[in-house]
T-cell receptor, first 112, second 112 residues
Framework: DAGITQSPRYKITETGRQVTLMCHQT?????MFWYRQDLGHGLRLIYY???????DKGEVPDGYVVSRSKTENFPLTLESATRSQTSVYFC???????????FGPGTRLTVT | SQQGEEDPQALSIQEGENATMNCSYK?????LQWYRQNSGRGLVHLIL?????REKHSGRLRVTLDTSKKSSSLLITASRAADTASYFC????????????FGGGTRVLVKP
């Protein structure tokens, strides 16, 4: 299916565990982004990638790791989950010439 | 923070009425975009206005941009119950590539 998908859609994990959220897009967009959305904070950029093997920090990168070995995939890893990382995580992609971003459906992560 | 500020935070109107929401930002932009988010879903791009444009229309949406005041407004005319959603402005700052900074959003409730 064309578009941008995220998995899992819902995840409950315990404090201290490693968690990886997956993002896959079929448009071959060079840019990909990870955001978290929390009440009172809107969307905040965690990491972004301009192309395969090129990643950079956003506004709130601490506690997260990303990689991008293939253009279509952009996984986000929480190395040691904390309760403050309970949030809804959105992945997005964009074409560098068009600026508009296309969002995935989100992953609701709860850290207990 | 360069985050845009949206006003009002929440808006309740009757079907058929117009809804207006505003966004202010702090530094020079390349473009400004508006997104809609239905409850529990990812964001959907609505409209993009470039820094050299003053007004743009798309269906029942009208966006204005005043770069001297660093502000934008989104007008939804003849609102429908299906317009109930949160609306976010997002700014693409110059020299920031395709990165966007999102405002906190306006929650719009359209009552039938």
């Amino acid at each position: 299916d064309a578009g941008i998908t995220q998995s899992p859609r819902y995840k409950i994990t315990e404090t201290g565990r490693q968690v990886t959220l997956m993002c896959h897009q079929t448009w071959s967009h060079s840019y990909m982004f990870w955001y978290r959305q929390d009440l009172g904070h809107g969307l905040r950029l965690i990491y972004y990638s301009a192309a395969a093997d090129i990643t950079d920090k956003g506004e709130v990168p601490d506690g997260y790791v990303v990689s991008r070995s293939k253009t279509e995939n952009f996984p986000l890893t929480l190395e040691s989950a904390t309760r403050s990382q309970t949030s809804v995580y959105f992945c997005a992609s964009s074409d560098p010439t068009l600026y508009e971003q296309y969002f995935g459906p989100g992953t609701r992560l709860t850290v207990t | 923070s360069q985050q845009g500020e949206e006003d009002p935070q929440a808006l309740s109107i009757q079907e058929g009425e117009n809804a207006t929401m505003n966004c202010s930002y702090k530094t020079s932009i390349n473009n400004l975009q508006w997104y809609r988010q239905n409850s529990g879903r990812g964001l959907v791009h609505l409209i993009l206005i470039r820094s050299n444009e003053r007004e743009k229309h798309s269906g029942r949406l009208r966006v204005t941009l005043d770069t001297s005041k660093k502000s934008s407004s989104l007008l939804i005319t003849a609102s429908r119950a299906a317009d109930t959603a949160s609306y976010f402005c997002a700014t693409a700052f110059k020299a920031a590539g395709n990165k966007l900074t999102f405002g906190g959003g306006t929650r719009v409730l359209v009552k039938p």
